[in-house]
């Protein structure tokens, strides 16, 4: 792809930004570990294997995504960091679901280690200095510094988040 091919702003980084509120991004990873301190395993053991539409992810691979894609935008983040050089590939989400193993996983090991990734994951973007967090990330089809890929851990969990809120917990109520 030509470097005049690669989109500046791309779309899903305004949504980041206005899912973590204009919130720096110690603040927005901090809320989101607060977020999933929160969450109510009884209610989502209750919700179990159940989804609201036929062919949509459980709670279980919802929560492994999670955990998936936090970890690919961490080592994005590490590469663009150490100045490696790798222009990151993309990665195909309904592959790596239907593959995970999550439906065979409880909701308590999914949401430990949830918080043991998000914890690594702040502890990592705190050792970057301002130089670093405002890197220029290229990757496959856009750019974007990298603090917001901080920021876009964050405003991908309220996202997934909003979808339990809003479709997976009304099955229990």
């Known amino acids: 792809m030509k470097n005049q091919?690669?989109?500046?702003?791309?779309?899903?980084?305004?949504?980041?930004?206005k899912l973590t509120e204009g919130t720096d991004?110690?603040?927005?990873?901090?809320?989101?570990?607060?977020?999933?301190?929160?969450?109510?395993?009884?209610?989502?053991?209750?919700?179990?294997?159940?989804?609201?539409?036929?062919?949509?992810?459980?709670?279980?691979?919802?929560?492994q995504h999670l955990i998936d894609w936090e970890r690919i935008w961490c080592f994005r983040a590490i590469i663009f960091?150490?100045?490696e050089g790798t222009i990151p590939e993309a990665h195909d989400q309904e592959i790596m679901g239907k593959n995970s193993n999550a439906d065979e996983l409880s909701i308590e090991q999914l949401i430990e280690e949830l918080k043991i990734v998000r914890q690594s994951s702040i502890m990592m973007f705190q050792s970057f200095n301002?130089?670093?967090?405002?890197?220029?990330?290229?990757?496959?089809?856009?750019?974007?510094?990298?603090?917001?890929?901080?920021?876009?851990?964050?405003?991908?969990?309220?996202?997934?988040?909003?979808?339990?809120?809003?479709?997976?917990?009304?099955?229990?109520?």
Not at 5 to 17: A, D, G, M, S, T
């Open 5 to 17: 091919e690669v989109k500046k702003n791309p779309e899903f980084l305004e949504y980041v930004y």
């Open 25 to 63: 991004l110690t603040e927005a990873l901090a809320l989101s570990a607060k977020d999933i301190d929160n969450l109510d395993i009884d209610q989502f053991n209750r919700i179990g294997l159940k989804t609201y539409e036929e062919g949509k992810w459980t709670l279980h691979r919802i929560l």
């Open 81 to 83: 960091a150490r100045g």
């Open 130 to 173: 301002k130089e670093i967090l405002e890197t220029n990330c290229e990757f496959f089809e856009y750019q974007m510094p990298l603090y917001a890929i901080g920021l876009t851990i964050a405003a991908h969990q309220i996202h997934h988040f909003n979808v339990i809120k809003e479709r997976y917990i009304p099955l229990v109520q």
